[in-house]
């Protein structure tokens, strides 16, 4: 199945308008379906399509196997001789001689393992770009992986690639408007909560949700897809992540699993790891925010529009959070069949966590709320969850606000809830952090809830919100 992405693959489809060959990069965590839009572009372009796919670098692999895998890969695309080449240099003059100037998109897919065991993969590649297919104005070829570390390091930031790149494409999760559309017909006859529920869990990755069955419960999908021993859910993670953070993978798992409970800083960071504040952590969330699975909750201080100093990081990732916080502390038991499902209420905290989840999912999906809150139209400065920790000396307040969006001469509070019933107590919440922002007197503050659940005929009568949101409205529903 493939929904939505019509942005990127206009983006792609205006390079065929050029009259010389176009090199892209494209980025991603793994199942967001990088090498699925680069094959749909090609599909509807009518252009060949040869993909070359890297092996996962095995500890008894070399660079030998990669290259026997080129080789073979490309043989039974194009007919080609199949002995292995010689380096790489080889390989890729073999590949110019099969484009024959035909209207091709070549995909060398997870390009990090394929140049994993050759240091001089980029630089051989760069060379035969030079020399051989940029000289093809008929060419999109585009270098996709996972490991968006490796990417940037040897491709986007080395200099020997300057301005040789037509375009650079950062995969996202799917918006909501296009995750829904997995549930097919059956989404209009689908309680709202029960799509969310599962969204919260699984983000918008297209993997996880191919594997949906519309026709199950929230609950039911998620027992099946996390807590069976073959679910997707439960054995993706270690895999991914292992893939995917190269560098130093143990701690980095470490310093993911310390922000579970939600936003920290270095400091604490270290401090809940009971470590010295060092740059190993900052490599260690910097390769995590790379990779997608963490966010820097920056931004601007709404009460000086100065840039955050103190920046805050969150886990991004709906399912790696949802992993680590209730599928691996009982994924033994799940693999020897002996973990009891009841129901998602079994697990301590589950609406706690799920509020925390929902709030994550519509953070992350924020420009979807732009046109409700007729800030299509505005530069955005910041968007962005908003902390401030208590200062016990100068006995100020501390505050936390679920999202907030600043213009240069407005901001809005914007309070996101999943609960079944939503009372009055929520005006009293908003309006009590709305008192604890010293806002400069040139901007205006406005307040808008976005909410999952039944809300109480009072809230919308004491028009305190300058707009209230039904989540359902983001789904298309």
């Known amino acids: 199945m493939f929904f939505g992405r019509e942005d990127l693959l206009e983006q792609l489809s205006s390079l065929w308008r050029k009259r010389v060959s176009s090199l892209v990069t494209c980025r991603g965590r793994r199942r967001i379906g990088k090498s699925t839009l680069i094959e749909q572009f090609a599909k509807r372009s009518g252009a060949r399509f040869l993909k070359i796919e890297g092996i996962r670098p095995e500890r008894t692999a070399t660079n030998d196997d990669e290259l026997a895998a080129f080789a073979k890969q490309l043989s039974d695309q194009c007919g080609c001789e199949r002995t292995p080449p010689l380096d790489w240099s080889d390989a890729f003059r073999r590949l110019d001689r099969e484009l024959n100037g035909r209207k091709t998109v070549v995909l060398l897919d997870e390009v990090s393992w394929l140049a994993h065991f050759d240091a001089a993969f980029p630089s051989d590649f760069k060379i035969a770009w030079d020399n051989l297919f940029k000289k093809h104005d008929r060419l999109i070829f585009v270098l996709c992986g996972s490991v968006s570390s490796w990417i940037r390091d040897n491709i986007i930031d080395n200099g020997a690639f300057m301005g040789r790149r037509s375009l650079d494409i950062v995969m996202k999760e799917l918006p909501l408007r296009e995750c829904v559309k997995f549930w097919g017909a059956v989404a209009e006859r689908t309680d709202p909560r029960e799509i969310f529920d599962v969204l919260s869990v699984t983000g918008g990755v297209p993997r996880y949700l191919e594997e949906i069955d519309p026709a199950l419960s929230a609950a039911e999908n998620i027992r099946k897809l996390a807590f069976a021993a073959q679910g997707v859910l439960r054995t993706d993670f270690d895999e991914m992540f292992t893939d995917v953070i190269t560098r130093r993978p143990q701690f980095s798992s470490q310093v993911l699993k310390a922000l579970v409970d939600g936003p920290r800083q270095t400091a604490e960071i270290a401090s809940a790891l009971g470590v010295e504040k060092s740059g190993n952590i900052s490599l260690a969330l910097k390769q995590l925010e790379e990779a997608g699975f963490v966010a820097a909750t920056g931004g601007r201080n709404p009460e000086t529009g100065e840039r955050l100093r103190d920046r805050y990081y969150r886990i991004r990732d709906n399912y790696a959070r949802f992993y680590l916080k209730c599928v ?150």
């Open 328 to 477: 691996e502390p009982v994924k033994e038991v799940i693999d020897d069949g002996s973990f009891a499902f009841v129901s998602l209420e079994q697990f301590d905290g589950w609406n706690v966590d799920m509020g925390l989840a929902f709030e994550n999912l519509i953070v992350n999906n924020y420009r979807d709320l732009l046109p409700h809150l007729h800030l299509d139209k505005s530069l955005i400065m910041s968007a962005s969850p908003y902390c401030r920790r208590p200062a016990l000396k100068s006995c100020r307040e501390g505050v936390q606000i679920d999202l907030l969006l600043q213009t240069r001469l407005s901001m809005c509070l914007v309070e996101i809830k999943r609960r079944r019933h939503i009372g009055r107590e929520v005006i009293s919440e908003v309006a009590e952090k709305c008192r604890r922002i010293s806002r400069p007197g040139d901007v205006s503050m406005k307040t808008a809830l976005v909410y999952e659940g039944e809300l109480a005929a009072s809230v919308e009568a004491d028009g305190f919100f300058d707009v209230l949101l039904p989540a359902r409205t983001l789904l298309g529903l």
